[in-house]
């Protein structure tokens, strides 16, 4: 055994053969209360040294976001002087210790590991997999939340809104898709509360917070994630754009982002049938390669044609752009040099939208923002 993470794990099996009272079988398990403790530190140790061995760079990766994060968190907390900000547990989890987190990957295939039940080379490659699977998604929706919170500290908010919207019980969600009839969606009502649930579902898609912005002079709503409706809206705002969920809207990890001098306007993003057309699509591109969809060089957002934003869309990256990628900024179509025997002479990546490489610099945010204001001053003239 010379990899590291077997040394703890041979000495979990060290502990475990000590101790007569400890059953791990196929199919069976008994681990006494009176070892539990010192037991899971074996097999904890076990987790984390595979972690930090196939994945080194685990932590070093997400430090960034985890320190802008938090920064921005605090300040979107102290301007609007909240009582309590809540998000996904498992997302905060990762935002302090992504190498916690990742470990709960680790806990089935462990102990199908101990019983005999897959080998050694299986284990690794199950382990490494989900990993890597569940880094990437928690980085992209860690990534995605704090642009989102970046945007809310950057557009100046006086007041946050929300509307209220409950996850309804099994049973609940049975009524709502047995009720043809549908359902008022409430009023945005103001709050000292914000709570972002990515994992939410709910009767209807309603936004993840409204805020009323010094800058602009209006109010302006977020959502960070599609979610399926249960059921219709009976009340939905006339003064909105609706279109209709058979048109083919994917659920991607878009931020959409609404404007409106009535926040009532705002109230609903979708439900069982439509959804309201944004104003702005925002969406977030994580992974090392994230100009490729499908192996091919690509950087067309998933729902731009479908939801056609009023204001335009972006495409937000921490990720440099590859040398061999060249953007012209007068035309926003990349030239893909060196690829013309795999994709032909002259292809080009055609972007439906501006292209911002912010890295972990909110600053880099700031043609939005002044987006949002020239559509305002526009508005106003």
Not at 160 to 175: E, K, N, T, W
Not at 207 to 229: A, C, E, T, V
Not at 240 to 251: F, K
Request: net charge negative; proline share 6%.
């Amino acid at each position: 055994m010379s990899d590291k993470w077997q040394e703890y794990y041979s000495r979990l099996n060290t502990f475990i053969d000590s101790h007569t009272d400890i059953v791990v079988e196929p199919s069976r398990v008994v681990i006494p209360q009176s070892v539990r403790i010192e037991y899971y530190e074996h097999f904890n140790n076990v987790r984390k040294a595979f972690i930090r061995e196939k994945h080194p760079n685990t932590t070093s990766d997400c430090l960034p976001l985890i320190n802008e994060y938090k920064k921005t968190r605090d300040n979107v907390i102290q301007i609007l002087e909240l009582e309590k900000m809540t998000i996904d547990a498992s997302l905060e989890r990762f935002l302090i210790n992504p190498v916690e987190e990742l470990m709960v990957d680790l806990f089935h295939p462990l102990f199908d590991l101990l019983k005999g039940k897959i080998d050694f080379d299986y284990f690794e490659s199950l382990c490494s997999d989900a990993i890597t699977k569940s880094l990437h998604s928690y980085f992209k929706s860690g990534y995605e939340l704090w642009v989102m919170l970046s945007l809310v500290q950057m557009l100046e908010p006086e007041k946050l809104l929300s509307v209220s919207m409950r996850q309804p019980s099994d049973v609940g969600a049975v009524v709502y898709l047995s009720d043809k009839n549908g359902i008022e969606v409430p009023p945005p009502a103001e709050t000292k509360r914000l709570c972002i649930d990515i994992t939410r579902k709910a009767p209807l898609m309603v936004p993840d917070l409204i805020i009323h912005s010094k800058i602009l002079g209006k109010y302006i709503s977020f959502r960070q994630q599609f979610n399926n409706s249960l059921t219709n809206a009976t009340n939905a705002s006339e003064a909105r754009e609706w279109i209709p969920l058979e048109s083919g809207i994917v659920n991607t990890g878009s931020i959409l982002i609404f404007t409106a001098g009535d926040p009532v306007e705002l109230a609903l993003v979708g439900d069982a049938k439509k959804t309201c057309r944004p104003d702005i699509i925002i969406e977030c591109r994580t992974t090392d390669d994230w100009y490729k969809i499908n192996g091919n060089h690509n950087i067309d957002l998933n729902n731009k044609k479908i939801l056609n934003p009023k204001f335009g869309s972006y495409i937000v990256t921490p990720r440099d752009i590859p040398s061999e990628i060249d953007i012209k900024d007068s035309t926003l179509e990349p030239t893909v040099k060196g690829l013309s025997d795999q994709f032909g002479e002259g292809s080009h990546i055609k972007p439906s939208g501006d292209v911002l490489v912010i890295g972990f610099d909110s600053s880099n945010l700031a043609p939005i923002i002044g987006n949002l204001t020239d559509q305002q001053k526009s508005s106003i003239e």
